[in-house]
């Protein structure tokens, strides 16, 4: 991750660890800007203010190392952008001291939602607003449902998949009863209007047939005229009177002279005319075949007249001309198929809401004892964590119970003679509850728990849901705040136990957690001519030593506070090379292996 201009930060490369990567140093010198630079490239809200001061903008670039078949490569690929050449993803969020944000992906311009859902496969941030989350009900939910796996997903989208229509067909039937009457009234008007169409029976195009034929009905005189004298100026006198022969007569004449002349150029025009007279004889025909057929018909054309009368009632009424009349008609026929209010239809809408709230409270049902079963495997596993956290005698019991539905509930369902709430994530309310000492009454986990306690809860929640989070890379901001002493180095060694199977960074100012870390990042800051600027870089071994001794009460400087540091890097490096060996002989056995996974990823 590159990060430049953010905060105190003015340019720093950090290449994590594919382990446990843990950053520190002093108050004030920016070590949150690592974690802020990654909520930047995770899609989050920009804040002008992070902007280094004199700086023009502020950048954040991440490299990610992803598997071909990841889910990131899908979303990437739906934004246009497409993994470097050595497959991994570069993800790219600026952000100008105007407050303007942009984002690339792959190379690519991208939205900052993009982003966001490039995240959700990749990265998980924990700091102290998840702790306040996890003061959610719904939040708590969602740990019970992660953990419950298959278990529980497989009952609840089917659960899911009824309830939609469920609400469907009861909103329907609701809107159905409601506006029974108003329905009732639109279906009168339109079969009305049915009914009106289908008594006249229009035809396709038939107005403007209509007045076509009313036009020629009424210009029959008129029309005959023109046609007689046509066909006389063609084909002559009926009678022969050579005074008109017509057209054809004088072609005929023209033929009969170029015919008797000597001069073969002129014969050559002779067919040519003989054309002509065909094509003239041709139209006399039809000009013969009109006057035969007009008929100057006074009770056809009052019949035509009639008709048109009764077509254009319906344009004034459905549409501009006939065949609007009829797309009407056919449109009024599918809205009165919508518009059933019946008794028999009602009935139908109500057997079939009662058959999916059967269906529905089954599913629900399912979902419940699923919850429940993994209830009391979750609580039993984050207890067992919470022992080892310093937290002995402390208990955690995961409540889940029904909801039970209010009055006037819209989506209140009959489960087992109990009517409860069908929201989207089921009928349950699942509760987190701690006993914080042998013997102690059960209480809310926001009740019961100190900062530092609340810190250890999530900690070992996130030890237990490991097997569960695909997400690679696990990003804690100071989620140890509050804990000391033993539960320091218990903290530390889950997180390095999460690092079996996952990327881990941390950034924390225990030095029980820090010695755990595969790598070490400090974050430096200086002072030049009144500026200051912070960077990020890699502590060798004895380097290590002197941040580890600063961070035990500013020891540095002492060779007891080196000589403690050593011994605290000395003894986490042996708990973890124990408790590798330990997964390995588990992995011989057929157990689950952490570093395993680590390997194969």
Known sequence: MRIQGLGVIDEAVLELHPGFTVVTGETGAGKTMVV???????????????????????????????????????VAGDAGAEPDEDGSLIA????????????????????????????????????????????????????????????????LAEYRRVRQEWLEVTSELTERTERSREMARQADLLRHGLGEIEAVAPQPNEDTELTEQARRLADADELRAAAGEAQLAVTGSAEGDPDAPGALGLISEARRRIAAAEDSALRELEPRLAEAAMLLT???????????????????????????AELKKLTRKYAADVDGVLAWAQDAEEQLAGLDTSEEALAELAARKEALETELAEHAIAGSAAREQAAQELGKAISEELTGLAMGEATIEIGVRRRVAEERD?????????????GADGVDEVELRLSAHGGGQTMPVHKAASGGELSRVMLAIEVVLAHADTTPTLVFDEVDAGVGGRAAV??????????????VLVVTHLPQVAAYADQHLVVDKTAEGGVTSSGVRVLEDTERVVELARMLAGMEGTETGRAHAEELLAAAENDKAAAETGSVEKDRKGGRLGSGKRKAR
């Not at 819209?410 to 069908?422: C, F, G, I, P, S």
Request: aromatic share 2%; no cysteine.
């Open 36 to 74: 802020t630079g990654l909520h930047l490239l995770s899609g989050g809200r920009a804040d002008a203010s992070r902007v280094r001061s004199g700086a023009s903008r502020a950048v954040v670039e991440g490299r990610f190392d992803v598997a071909p078949d990841s889910p990131a490569v899908a």
């Open 92 to 155: 790219m969020r600026a952000v100008g001291a105007d407050g303007r944000s942009r984002a690339h992906v792959g190379g690519r311009s991208a939205p900052v939602g993009v982003l966001s859902e490039l995240s959700e496969q990749l990265l998980a941030v924990h700091g102290q607003n998840d702790q306040l989350r996890l003061l959610r009900p719904a939040e708590q939910r969602a740990v019970l449902d992660r953990f419950g796996g298959q278990a529980i997903a497989e009952p």
């Open 490 to 503: 218990e903290v530390g060694r889950r997180l390095a136990r999460l690092a079996r199977s996952h990327q």
């Open 410 to 422: 819209q989506h209140a369902l009959r489960v087992r003679r109990e009517l409860l709430h069908a």
């Open 282 to 308: 041709d139209v006399g025909s039809e000009l013969g075949s009109y006057l035969e057929s007009l008929d100057a018909d006074p009770e056809r054309l009052e019949r035509v007249l009639a008709r048109q």
